[in-house]
């Protein structure tokens, strides 16, 4: 079945600090990829993208991701965290090639420590 | 400015009610979607719809029914039908399924006493 996987819950970095969270997918064929972000009480905000070519994806606020089709993974990075970073972070995949819909990751909260 | 709006931002019912939860895009999008969101368990597929006049049953379609009347306009109701009604609910549009991003509404809490 396809899956999108978000193994960390939560994770918590101090102010200044880089981030690295993680996402894997199941699917057949490499599917487009796609990180959210939720500040509390709102609505998911794009990230950033992959639909294919430089596997290295620069998106807005800073972050980047990375996809390695080796690892089936599409992980999201952001060099020095500040403390508005503070929010939950899906991870989401759509087949390429028809009408589908995005399966999300369940989502890892990010905690920032002064 | 293009986007999506979710009105009420609260919603307060009591038990038995129906509770009718609008979104509306002008991004000229063709698919809509809604989600429930509960703590810890991501965002669940409630419905969606790929075209005026078409919808079809997300994972969590029981309780609840939607309408597409209009491109710009993809109301949910939450039925008394609905066991546990209490969540937040998001509503999302996109080009067409299958195609590009989502782009997300702020949002709807609904609490049922």
């Known amino acids: 079945a396809q899956s999108v996987t978000q193994p960390d819950i939560h994770i918590t970095v101090s102010e200044g600090a880089s981030l690295e969270l993680r996402c894997n997918y199941s699917?057949?064929?490499?599917?487009?990829l796609f990180w959210y972000v939720q500040s509390p009480g709102q609505g998911l905000q794009l990230l950033l993208k992959y639909f294919s070519g430089d596997t290295l994806v620069q998106g807005i606020k800073g972050f980047e991701a990375e996809f390695k089709r080796s690892q089936s993974s599409f992980n999201l990075r952001k060099p020095s965290v500040h403390w508005s970073d503070a929010a939950e972070y899906f991870c989401?995949?759509?087949?390429?090639?028809?009408?589908?819909?995005?399966?999300f990751g369940r989502g890892t909260s990010l905690i920032v420590h002064p | 400015d293009g986007g999506i709006t979710q009105s009420p931002k609260y919603l307060f019912r009591k038990e038995g009610q129906n509770v009718t939860l609008s979104c509306e895009q002008n991004l000229n999008h063709d698919a809509m979607y809604w989600y429930r969101q509960d703590p810890g368990q991501g965002l669940r597929l409630i419905y969606y719809?790929?075209?005026?006049?078409?919808?079809q049953k997300g994972d969590i379609a029981e309780g609840y029914s939607v309408s597409r009347e209009k491109k710009e306009s993809f109301p949910l109701t939450v039925t008394s039908a609905q066991k546990n009604p209490t969540a937040f609910y998001l509503c999302a549009s996109s080009i067409r399924t299958g195609a590009g991003e989502q782009y997300f509404g702020p949002g709807t809490r609904l609490t049922v006493t």
């Open positions: 989401a995949a759509l087949p390429s090639g028809g009408s589908y819909i995005p399966t």
């Open positions: 699917y057949g064929a490499t599917p487009y």
């Open positions: 719809s790929q075209i005026v006049n078409d919808f």
